[in-house]
């Protein structure tokens, strides 16, 4: 009886011991999700600012650009088109505005201060509140999973225009229209959809500009102007 019993709990230590925790997948062209909830990545949250997909954007179109705040220039040794540089350049702190340098001069008064400089225009109150939400929920590189693109009801007054004010409207304004291209009014939108270049270049098609700079727009927003470029580009 006594063997028996020996026997049995040996073979339960050899089938504890032989337990091993499952190994993390890293697969190439997937981002690891950095949410700490598990998968590569989550559904939105409509709460929370994403790095990547709310704050990034803004600063490629208004700040990370030749001149300014791209790689190559790095005026005053600030590099503004990845987390890890907006972090570490623009000396960001998570949960506290106050001691970020990138929201100081963002929401500076002084024109030789302020960033954007003049003659480019400031960033929107809509904008500033995104990155200031951003920094005081830690400022982190979150991502996440669009699971609802709305493509009924668009119009320029109600989608296109948001988006171009995000992507775009930095480099193309009614100030600073780069190639003479205006995309922060309807008029300059309706110019460019009526020509066919706009969706040349958000697709990154062949014999077009790459736009906008520092990546491809999402694909839920290249799908919206899409079919409001073939619905005749309203207007509201």
Same mark, same amino acid.
């Given at each position: 009886?006594?063997?028996?019993?020996?026997?049995?709990?040996?073979?339960?230590?050899?089938?504890?011991?032989?337990?091993?925790?499952?190994?993390?997948?890293?697969?190439?062209?997937?981002?690891?999700?950095?949410?700490?909830?598990?998968?590569?990545?989550?559904?939105?949250?409509?709460?929370?600012?994403?790095?990547?997909?709310?704050?990034?954007?803004?600063?490629?179109?208004?700040?990370?650009?030749?001149?300014?705040? @791209?790689?190559?220039?790095?005026? @005053?040794?600030?590099?503004?088109?990845?987390? @890890?540089?907006?972090?570490?350049?623009?000396?960001?702190? &998570?949960?506290?505005?106050?001691?970020?340098?990138?929201?100081?001069?963002?929401?500076?008064?002084?024109?030789?201060?302020?960033?954007?400089?003049?003659?480019?225009?400031?960033?929107?109150?809509?904008?500033?509140?995104?990155?200031?939400?951003?920094?005081?929920?830690?400022?982190?590189?979150?991502?996440? @999973?669009?699971?609802?693109?709305?493509?009924?009801?668009?119009?320029?007054?109600?989608? +296109?225009?948001?988006?171009?004010?995000?992507?775009?409207?930095?480099?193309?304004?009614?100030?600073?229209?780069?190639?003479?291209?205006?995309?922060?009014?309807?008029?300059?939108?309706?110019?460019?959809?009526?020509?066919?270049?706009?969706?040349?270049?958000?697709?990154?098609?062949?014999?077009?500009?790459?736009?906008?700079?520092?990546?491809?727009?999402?694909?839920?927003?290249?799908?919206? +102007?899409?079919?409001?470029?073939?619905?005749?580009? &309203?207007?509201?």
């Amino acid at each position: 009886m006594k063997r028996f019993l020996v026997l049995g709990v040996v073979y339960m230590w050899v089938m504890a011991s032989c337990q091993h925790k499952p190994t993390e997948l890293n697969v190439p062209g997937i981002p690891k999700d950095t949410s700490g909830t598990g998968g590569n990545k989550q559904p939105c949250d409509s709460t929370i600012v994403y790095f990547g997909r709310d704050v990034l954007p803004i600063l490629n179109s208004n700040c990370a650009m030749s001149g300014c705040h @791209d790689a190559g220039t790095a005026s @005053d040794g600030v590099v503004l088109n990845s987390y @890890d540089k907006v972090i570490n350049t623009g000396k960001v702190v &998570p949960f506290d505005l106050n001691s970020s340098d990138l929201y100081e001069v963002i929401t500076e008064d002084k024109p030789d201060k302020i960033m954007p400089p003049p003659p480019r225009p400031k960033l929107t109150a809509t904008q500033i509140a995104l990155i200031a939400k951003w920094i005081n929920q830690g400022a982190k590189n979150l991502v996440c @999973d669009e699971q609802i693109c709305d493509t009924v009801n668009i119009s320029y007054a109600n989608m +296109i225009g948001k988006t171009m004010t995000t992507y775009c409207a930095g480099c193309h304004n009614a100030n600073n229209p780069s190639a003479g291209v205006n995309l922060s009014n309807y008029e300059g939108m309706a110019a460019i959809a009526a020509n066919g270049k706009l969706i040349g270049s958000i697709t990154h098609a062949a014999g077009f500009k790459a736009m906008p700079q520092g990546g491809k727009l999402p694909a839920c927003e290249i799908k919206q +102007i899409q079919k409001w470029v073939a619905m005749g580009y &309203p207007n509201n």
